[in-house]
């Protein structure tokens, strides 16, 4: 089995798989949607919005908190969470980026 030679990308490329594979899962996307919805942080409430247990949700926050796009504070006995601004940005323009850089010329296969 080989090795992933990340070395030989950028930092950027590096970058942008990181945040990208942290939110290949359907339940992250749905949990950035709510994050994104409640306009707050959010903290607990996410297993009565999406119907999964807690062991779960708690395991796609870590995903999505290990990529840095959501941040968490700590009240009390509950965590809270909320989308990390800066690395949002920094998504956005890598993302944007890689789509605008498609021309369609019509020419090819």
């Not at 690395?87 to 993302?95: C, D, I, K, N, R």
Request: with cysteine; charged share 15%.
């Amino acid at each position: 089995m080989g090795l992933t030679k990340t070395e030989i990308f950028t930092a950027e490329q590096n970058r942008l798989s990181v945040m990208l594979k942290a939110m290949a899962h359907p339940a992250r996307i749905a949990i950035l949607q709510q994050i994104i919805k409640s306009n707050t942080c959010i903290c607990g409430n996410l297993v009565d919005e999406l119907g999964l247990a807690q062991p779960t949700i708690s395991q796609h926050l870590k995903e999505l908190k290990n990529a840095g796009l959501i941040q968490g504070t700590i009240e009390g006995v509950s965590i809270c969470y909320c989308i990390n601004p800066t690395v949002w940005s920094e998504l956005q323009t890598g993302l944007g980026m890689l789509l605008g850089s498609y021309k369609d010329i019509q020419t090819c296969c």
